[in-house]
């Protein structure tokens, strides 16, 4: 009860709403125009319809907004939501959505209450970049049988269906859809360079739907809005189809999580004094994602865009999202005859041009000059997204990234040879080299992907009789390190040459100790707090091992023990 009470709207919230007031009802009236056609073109994308969509930004946008932990985000179906709806749809209906969302809105109830969205924060940013890249190229392709003024076909694969639209487009070529299409685009891509504060989308598709009836043009429009909006159907849920729909929601809910905690994060980059809090974001989609399907409403997220927008425009507070939310219910039920005469290829247009606006070419760029590996995990990741779905796509993305800096750090371990810690370097150097004792430095992580590179480094030292190990800027080691370093010891002391430690860490102790090393080297008394100390018992072990060689000689017994 505790956890969930901390994740609940508090009266500081109720404070804020009411310190700038009119500030904030002027962003949510700027913001509802932009997310009108948005969210209109969402749920034609998603397959459920334009009021699903409606209803989405509606009951999503309220309830983000109350129960959510960004003062300034702005929720709804997004492009990136709509990419991972189509295979359910197709798979399960519209019922399977409706279901789905209810079950993702369950797992992050869940991740909030077990604070997992402090986590966020190490998606790296290739992967990012990456599946926003594929994002985009997936929603225009989407765009693209609307946009020409044909039937969508091919199934839940975008790449097949844009191509089997362009070879039906080819047969009977439909110039005003395309024309429609295009025009809105460029209104909106040309209008935000030119005014970034005029909602050209909006003016955009007024005018489309204005000219379409006025001049009788032949296109696809929405379609009237239906009264009253389904409930989930949950009456398909036969065993076999469970696992389908789990798998299926834990994608949605991952999406949900990544995307709206990403978005918050953007918001408080745009804003002064502002600071999400993570767990309760997650809290709020979580609640928005349970109460939206009893309305018929899609899977909501966060939205970069319309967050954004809300930010230029001045909000301040949690009023500005609910603002939005009142303003598209007013002209859902208000204006629904009007709403139902917008042709769906001018729908198509402004996700066309929303697409291209999503691909930052700067980051990108910026990204691809800096390494190699970000490069490449961003190509990948993009051509996952396009290929398989977006969680698939991100989960490539992650692990490549791991794979790619678990080889950087792997490669920073080293083992040299280094001066030691006295007062003549050179000449205390030569001294112990003359003696045969050398002193390796271990500098980094020893840890599984070093390890063995540092035994088959050590496993070549030849020409001494005593090896010191510094361990002293050793970061880290692991099981594998410990047990590594346990077979280049022993691999060492079969050779007779004798191992003394020196500078190893107290944190360290314990992994080295497990394996059996540590007890063992301490009470043959080769364990030392620094390497001068080493050094001094190296010295006194070769002065013994001479004296035993030299009575053995003579042929006296020997007695001593080996220190």
């Known amino acids: 009860m505790s956890a969930l009470a901390r994740l609940l709207p508090a009266r500081a919230d109720l404070a804020r709403m009411l310190h700038r007031p009119r500030t904030d009802l002027v962003a949510g ?78 797992f992050l109830v869940a991740l909030a209450v077990m604070r997992a969205g402090r986590y966020v924060r190490y998606v790296p940013a290739p992967v990012v970049e990456g599946f926003t890249v594929g994002i985009a190229a997936v929603i225009f392709l989407q765009q693209v049988p609307a946009a020409l003024g044909v039937e969508a076909s091919g199934g839940e694969k975008v790449t097949v269906a844009a191509w089997q639209a362009v070879v039906d487009f080819a047969r009977t070529p439909h110039w005003a859809a395309l024309g429609l299409a295009l025009g809105v685009a460029a209104v909106m891509l040309i209008g935000a360079r030119w005014r970034p504060t005029i909602p050209f989308s909006l003016l955009a598709v007024a005018t489309a739907t204005l000219a379409t009836a006025l001049s009788g043009l032949s296109v696809g429009t929405i379609g009237a809005l239906p009264a009253t909006l389904p409930a989930p159907t949950l009456g398909f849920l036969e065993p076999a189809a469970v696992p389908g729909l789990l798998t299926s929601a834990l994608a949605v809910a991952a999406l ?68 939005h939310a009142a303003t598209l219910a007013v002209i859902m039920f208000a204006a629904a005859p009007l709403v139902a005469h917008i042709p769906l290829a001018a729908l198509a247009g402004v996700l066309l041009a929303t697409a291209v606006r999503m691909v930052e070419v700067g980051s990108l760029a910026a990204l691809a000059r800096s390494t190699r590996s970000d490069a490449v995990i961003m190509a990948l990741t993009a051509a996952a997204t396009l290929a398989l779905d977006l969680v698939a796509a991100v989960g490539i993305g992650l692990v490549l990234a791991c794979v790619l800096a678990i080889r950087r750090i792997a490669r920073a371990t080293t083992l040299e040879t280094v001066p030691l810690d006295v007062t003549d370097h050179q000449d205390e150097e030569a001294a112990l080299l003359r003696e045969h004792i050398v002193a390796y430095r271990l500098e980094g992580p020893l840890f599984f992907a070093a390890a063995h590179r540092f035994l088959l480094d050590l496993s070549e030292v030849a020409d001494v009789r005593v090896v010191i190990l510094r361990m002293s800027r050793v970061l880290t080691i692991d099981g594998t390190g410990a047990t590594v370093l346990r077979d280049a010891v022993e691999r060492l002391e079969r050779r007779g040459i004798a191992v003394y430690l020196s500078g190893l860490r107290p944190g360290h102790d314990r992994a080295v100790a497990a394996i059996g090393i540590l007890p063992r080297l301490t009470a043959q008394g080769r364990v030392f707090p620094d390497t001068p100390h080493a050094i001094a018992a190296a010295r006194a072990y070769l002065q013994d091992e001479g004296s035993k060689h030299t009575l053995v000689a003579a042929g006296a017994p020997v007695t001593a023990e080996p220190r």
């Open 29 to 106: 009236l700027t913001v509802a125009v932009v997310a009108l056609p948005l969210a209109l073109g969402f749920g034609v994308s998603s397959g459920l319809g334009a009021a699903a969509g409606l209803a989405t930004a509606i009951v999503a946008g309220a309830l983000a907004a109350l129960f959510g932990g960004s003062n300034l985000q702005v929720s709804g179906p997004t492009g990136a939501m709509t990419v991972v709806l189509v295979p359910i749809v197709h798979r399960y209906g519209p019922g399977g959505v409706l279901t789905v969302g209810l079950i993702a809105g369950v």
């Open 256 to 323: 949900a999580a990544l995307e709206s905690l990403l978005s918050a994060t953007v918001a408080d980059g745009m804003s002064v004094g502002q600071r999400h809090d993570p767990d309760r974001e997650l809290f709020g989609q979580g609640i928005a994602n349970l109460v939206t399907p009893l309305f018929g409403g899609v899977p909501a997220t966060a939205a970069i865009a319309r967050t954004a927008v809300n930010v230029r425009a001045g909000a301040q507070s949690r009023l500005a999202s609910l603002t």
